[in-house]
């Protein structure tokens, strides 16, 4: 029996950089974590519903052993069988399993279901490959096709698959890709052979078309301060002073650039003081008055649209953190919202939050756009609520500003104005503003993550989960305060 070397996911990452494929079987402990279980899930979902989209189908069942789930397909095969999803074929060591395939009589059909919203040029290599595969085997292929999602859909009622996904005919890409294809895999071969390590200089191929998780284990040569942690530099241009070997932060010192990367630099390298500019602060704190609101959403982007109104991948305020003062040397108040996990989160969302922000007040959020977007979308579809929640949407200040425009800035915000890098340089060493210090949740990621699983835990996991979501949507809007406060002083 021919060992399998190859499926469509490796031969894919081998399309990006081969020495990906090479350290994953060779050097696997250097690969780093993923950090976007979230989209994960949405893939494994959307893979799922979309078996369904030609109607009843037969599903060749994920087995360790491949050679079961090809002889299952050969047997669905026989049974005529018009769809089969995850159809599994395998011409020399090369495996494929198909998303979707339409069997008609002699000829196929092979779908390829993604979960983005746009095809990506890596998705044209990967049905190609399962094409070759099936050529290779003797099958007509008529057609194939990437179905990916409308985002355009917003749902009404029952979910309708015909419009939650597009389908794109790629046949002609793929049959040009052919030749390529074939090339392609004697040149993996060929290089999975080598017990050396191979050379493979860092490039674009490192974040495109998705970044690399060996990218630590590739640059361990770097210095700690170098030209990739130029905060929002473009990777080209980054990397086109790494190929002139301008890396470390003090051989950038002279180079044409952005005056915010020039800063990032100069206060690295000589250790400056704090840029506070008075002058410009005083005049963006002129905005801020009393009763004043500090406000922030935690959300969730299902790519299957759950509730009606909603598109695939619309942000989905479930909480809330609001945290207020309502005079010169006042209280600091308290209010949060927290949804039920499994329900439509927004219109009790909504009705809570104009009881809780009265009309006129100042409200502040950090990346106000994100803030406003969300009160904007809720204002059109609760039209009842439209106006109070517009009203609080046109009281919104961003409090980011003087970061974003550095007027204040410090070394260890390190070149980003993102509150989880300017609350720590603000007040360093401060346990009580130190999101690592939270119980379970960290971040947005891992809210977004854990609140649509919520209904699906033991009463137990619930209670931690959304005391885990309320401490961390709390620490955000208290941070925000913190970060106010400060502002005043200077
Ligand atoms: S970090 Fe870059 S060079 Fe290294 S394996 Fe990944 S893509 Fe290839």
């Known amino acids: 029996m021919n060992e399998i070397h190859l499926s469509k996911s490796k031969y894919c990452r081998a399309i990006q950089c081969n020495k990906m494929l090479w350290l994953e079987k060779n050097k696997p402990e250097e690969k780093g ?100 595969i099936l050529n290779k085997l003797g099958y007509k292929v008529t057609k194939a096709s990437i179905v990916y999602i409308n985002n355009q859909y917003i749902r009404h009622g029952e979910l309708n698959l015909s419009e939650l996904f597009n389908i794109e005919d790629v046949t002609d890409i793929v049959q040009e890709k052919r030749k390529e294809i074939e090339a392609k895999i004697k040149e993996i071969n060929k290089y999975m052979k080598q017990e050396d390590e191979p050379k493979q ?95 922030d959403f935690e959300t969730m982007q299902p790519a299957i649209p759950e509730f009606d109104n909603s598109k695939p991948y619309q942000q989905i305020p479930f909480q809330y ?58 204002a059109e579809i609760f039209s009842d609520l439209s106006e109070h929640l517009m009203n609080i949407h046109d009281h919104i200040q961003d409090l980011m500003i003087p970061f974003s425009e550095r007027m204040y800035y410090c070394k260890d915000m390190q070149g980003s104005y993102s509150i989880k890098y300017v609350l720590p340089a603000l007040f360093p060493n401060d346990p009580e503003l130190n999101y690592h210090n939270l119980p379970l949740i960290h971040n947005g990621g891992e809210a977004m993550n854990i609140f649509p699983k919520i ?13 885990g979501l309320l401490k961390y949507c709390e620490l955000d809007t208290y941070a925000m305060v913190k970060v106010w406060e400060k502002l005043k002083e200077v």
């Open 321 to 378: 953190s609001l945290h207020y003062i309502e005079k010169e040397n006042g209280k600091l108040f308290h209010k949060e919202f927290l949804a039920e996990s499994g329900t439509d989160p927004r219109r009790k969302l909504a009705e809570q939050l104009v009881k809780d922000i009265p009309k006129d007040v100042c409200v502040t959020a950090y990346n106000m756009m994100f803030e406003k977007g969300r009160i904007k979308e809720l």
């Open 201 to 295: 200089e860092i490039g674009m191929q490192c974040f495109k078309p998705y970044q690399c998780q060996f990218w630590k284990y590739c640059t361990k040569h770097l210095p700690e301060h170098n030209v990739f942690q130029i905060r929002k530099m473009h990777k080209d241009k980054a990397l086109k002073f790494y190929y002139e070997g301008k890396i470390n932060f003090k051989d950038l010192l002279e180079e044409e650039m952005n005056w915010k990367f020039k800063q990032q630099i100069e206060f690295q390298e000589f250790n400056y003081e704090p840029h506070i500019d008075k002058q410009k602060i005083r005049e963006f704190m002129k905005n801020l008055y009393y009763p004043i609101y500090f406000l």
């Open 33 to 132: 974590e993923m950090d976007n279980q979230a989209v994960l899930d949405n893939g494994t979902k959307v893979g799922e519903l979309a078996k369904g989209i030609f109607g009843n189908y037969t599903n060749i069942e994920y087995d360790e052993n491949l050679d079961k789930m090809i002889y299952d397909t050969k047997e669905a095969l026989k049974e005529s069988s018009n769809i089969i999803t995850e159809a599994s074929f395998k011409y020399k060591n090369n495996f494929c399993s198909i998303d979707i395939l339409k069997v008609n009589g002699n000829s196929v059909e092979i779908y390829e279901v993604k979960s983005s919203t746009e095809i990506k040029d890596i998705y044209l290599d990967d049905i190609s490959y399962q094409f070759y």
């Open 455 to 467: 209904k699906d835990m033991s009463k137990e996991e619930q209670k931690k989960a959304r005391y």
